[in-house]
T-cell receptor
Framework: EPEVTQTPSHQVTQMGQEVILRCVPI?????FYWYRQILGQKVEFLVS????????KSEIFDDQFSVERPDGSNFTLKIRSTKLEDSAMYFC???????????????FGPGTRLTVL | AQKITQTQPGMFVQEKEAVTLDCTYD???????LFWYKQPSSGEMIFLIY??????QNATEGRYSLNFQKARKSANLVISASQLGDSAMYFC?????????????FGAGTRLFVKA
């Protein structure tokens, strides 16, 4: 069964450093997303991406964040200068359709746990 | 405002028994989808079941069923014949077709403990 994959599974970085989190969405999906989950808290939407551009972003997704689909398979989230409060689990997700039916289900990857020291 | 409420922070169930996890939602969009995800201790988010706002029947997927009461805006997850491997965090989530944009919004989750 196709699945979303993410690398690395765990990333430790120093405050102020840049990190890139990588995702490979399900191959026939058209919509891509990043979410984050601070430990013990609810899952929060960061950004969605469609047709090679950001389609929606939350207030969390400030200028420190960027997303890119550098080729036909990868989808990346870059944090330019990490802060302590960026420590969280970051989930990539993808869906085939936008909304309206079961096909719009977002399938999540296993997550990347980011620890900022 | 679009909102998901899960009022049970933790639930216990005996192995082989059924358990219901509560979820209520708020939206003014007539077209929406409701989802349940399971998050085991390993951290991944596993899709369990989907219910569309226009679906006439309650969704079922194996041991999972969704008790959808549209007028009450509730979408409770029923797990039948609980297994030890069902111990996990469970999130109710919603997407709004017309007004919600691209995101899924999540409830705070319910942690389920299955006792042997």
């Amino acid at each position: 069964e196709p699945e979303v994959t993410q690398t690395p599974s765990h990333q430790v970085t120093q405050m102020g450093q840049e990190v890139i989190l990588r995702c490979v969405p399900i191959s026939n999906h058209l919509y891509f997303y990043w979410y984050r989950q601070i430990l013990g808290q609810k899952v929060e939407f960061l950004v969605s991406f469609y047709n090679n551009e950001i389609s929606e972003k939350s207030e969390i997704f400030d200028d420190q964040f960027s997303v890119e689909r550098p080729d036909g398979s990868n989808f990346t989230l870059k944090i330019r200068s990490t802060k302590l409060e960026d420590s969280a689990m970051y989930f990539c997700a993808s869906s085939f359709r936008l909304a309206g039916a079961r096909e719009d289900t977002q399938y999540f990857g296993p997550g990347t746990r980011l620890t900022v020291l | 405002a679009q909102k998901i409420t899960q009022t049970q922070p933790g639930m216990f169930v005996q192995e082989k028994e059924a358990v219901t996890l509560d979820c209520t939602y708020d939206t003014s969009d007539p077209s929406y989808g409701l989802f349940w995800y399971k998050q085991p201790s390993s951290g991944e988010m596993i899709f369990l079941i989907y219910q569309g706002s226009y679906d006439q029947q309650n969704a079922t997927e194996g041991r999972y069923s969704l008790n959808f009461q549209k007028a009450r805006k509730s979408a409770n997850l029923v797990i039948s014949a609980s297994q030890l491997g069902d111990s996990a965090m469970y999130f109710c989530a919603m997407r709004n077709a017309n007004t919600g944009g691209f995101k899924t919004i999540f409830g705070a989750g319910t942690r389920l403990f299955v006792k042997a």
